[in-house]
């Protein structure tokens, strides 16, 4: 992209800082966005030498210390959130057979919560530099929708070449489909809905069983180890969720079901006729990881809606937004730009940014370093040349604990 | 916008009704962006019998008009997408890789909810595509949106014709990886060099076929048997029929205009991931003259897509290109490629040109008039200027800002889309019902039904 360089860079000290990443920064805002608490005019986040941020502020309260690099833009938000993605896993190029960078979908097997997304995710991937340039700063990323069970998700940061250095949390939640995007055709199971859930259910009692042997086996006679199983004990046990994506009101019913037979952490993915069992989401407590706006209404989702966001939230369902998955181009999408169309069609400004920060943060449990921007948090800020969802503005920075991951403006 | 609504309400007709072919109506207080004009203030925009007869700050309203009062909206032509694929659509099948003969227009199903959607994003006119998986799918088909009275009975009414009364439209041809067939199953190329090497033996073929019809002058006993296949090419040759050719790499794009110096047809280049590598090549091709006299050049309709990939081809897809082509100096014009890209956001695709460097004015030329120059349409529609088709949209605002709303979509002076109207606003944002197929109301046979005793 060699016309990208001739594009002046609008961030002082870019140079200096790509270089010394662990340099303590200074960024100013006209308005920052702390998201848990009030907007700031004149803002001051200062993020320290450990990447962590030490002050918030506006301007007359905290004052840049010598030696830090000064930034500026025009809005600062926290570094945004993609709620559900399979960045990492699908690679840019698609085409399993020639290009080798589509790992997100195991077709062996249909149950296979034994995959981990730690296994899969290429941090090198274009696509997550890509995301990262419109200020995407952490993923909750995994195997794809289409198999019942096709594995378990992790969290991400957007940085990194090697997932060690990107990992936030493995083991986030264990990924399940209930729709006919998991059926097979033939004599393949499950090639029903009822089979589908049919299967689901006998697999969790099994790892209820399972448990059950482990708890009663004696020290020297341990129950041989099954990591399918395993999985599923750990979303019994509560350590970590099912996200079940559904989108007919039918289906989404049927996860209800389950999570009440079971017991289980349920949430929600997809959910295109959400707005249409709205107050039983709302009543069950349980969150919806909501399909991007600009999903293409067909298949499951042929009911999709563009004020989906809006109308959950009213009825009380907590909402966050995630960039999904479809098999075809984009091959990611931008979850800013997703809650942008939900924003504008009575979302609003204000609960979309939540949808992208603090909400995704609290749920996938990681609220005590990302979704906003507070002292003792990571140092992930996103900035832009004005309200980060209009179409024609720019994401002029980003910084992943404190360090300036990306400059030019996108 | 309520405004508006206070006066429309009062003075629309039921659907069905030919209001605007009896009344003039005129919107006053606009804002309005001719495109091949300035940008009014405050303007008047009159339609009469279908087509624009006034436009301007300072334009008289006739006293027999119909008046709404548009203060405080922003009026645009209607859009011209150049490559959509709406309408429950196929053209060629895996019988062959070029099958010019084959027309689109006779598979698509007017009552496509496809078409609502495209309205309820202020499409007006589009050329309907078959797919690349082809060296030539088949015919596209120029089509108006003429939805004022519900979904058209047949398709021959959403056609657009020459004034010969001929139906428009172009041939669809492809390369890179989507028409290569690996294995070569019924003909098909395995490679770039065969997919080059069969499109210059079927033009060849016709270049025969054109040349022994020249031959047989008035005797039709030495007329060579019919060819519809062929026929289509002759056009193509002729400048009759344009080219509509998809491709991404930059090698592919010079393999087009390499082909179209060598059987002189004029091409439109579509998608074109990877233009902004050969921007000047592309701006300074000439090749064969257009309607016009001038040279018709390689003109460009690309598209966003809000992330790169999908395939190696179209990695380097990046919403740069339309800056670049436009810096460069090629026409361009962006598609919605429908559904690759949702035909209810076209306005956004032009804004995220312009984050990515395009100017607003090529932006919004590129969503309109430049597109009907690419289907020889642009004495009729992509611009408000008397004389042209009344096909415009009423903006709630700034066409590029995001919370700006298509209000009303007029094609040929007939209202085709109000969101103010439920059903209407249901296909513009989606919901129960809003993906499937019109169906036919069987108003009459209410009373079968129930002597049925169901």
Redesign the interface.
Known sequence: ?R??TT?PCAIIGAALVLSTASAQVAVLGERVHTVTGPIIENGVVLIDSDGVIEAVGSAAQVAVPDGYAVFEAAVVTPGLIDGRSTVGLT?????ED??HDQDMLERSSPIQPELSAVDAYNPLE??VA??RSFGITTVHTGHAPGELISGRTAIMKTTGTTVREALVRADVAVAATLDPRALKSGAKAPGTRGKAVAMLRQQLIKAHEYQGKIDAAEDDKPVARDLRLEALTGVLAGEHALLLTVDRAQDIDSALRLADEFGFELWLDSCA?G??VADRIAAAGVPVFLHPA?A???GEM???????AAVLADAGVTVSMQSGYEG???????VL?EA??Y???GFGRERALEALTITPARLLGVDDRVGSIEVGKDGDLALYDG?P??????CVGVFIEGELVSSDPR | MLRLFAVVAACFVPAGTSLAQSTPAAFTNARIITITGDTIDGGTLVVHDGEIVAVGDGVVVPSDADVYDAAGLTIMPGLVDTHSHIGGIGAADGSGPIQPGVRVFDSINPRSSGFKRALAGGLTTLNIMPGSGHLSSGQTVYAKLRWAEGPPTSVDDIAVRDDSGAMMGGLKMANGTNSIRTGGANGFPGTRGKSAYLVRERFLKAQEYRDAIERAGDDVSKLPARDLGLEALVEVMSGARIVHHHTHRADDIMTVLRLADEFGFRVVLHHVSEA?VVADEIAAYEGVDGPDGEPWGAPCSIIL????????E???L?L?TGG?LEKAGAQVAIHTDD??T?SR?FL?YA??A??A?MSREAALRALTIEGARMLDMSDRVGSLEVGKDADFVLLSGDP????TRVLQTWVEGELAFDLSDEDDRLYA????????DIQPYFCCYDHLIQGSGH
């Open positions: 992209m016309f990208l594009i690679g840019m190029l698609n085409g020639q290009t274009p696509l890509y995301l006729e707005p249409l600009m293409r209404p067909w042929r009911n999709a809606s563009m004020r989906s075809y181009v984009p091959k990611v999408r931008v730009f942008a169309i924003a504008s069609r309200d969802f209009e179409y024609t503005s720019h | 902004w897509i809000d992330s790169p990939g999908g395939k190696l179209a990695a380097s990046i740069e670049v559904w690759i949702d956001l956004r804004a995220l312009v984050r460097g590029l800002a995001l919370d944002e989606g919901g129960l019902g809003a993906a499937h």
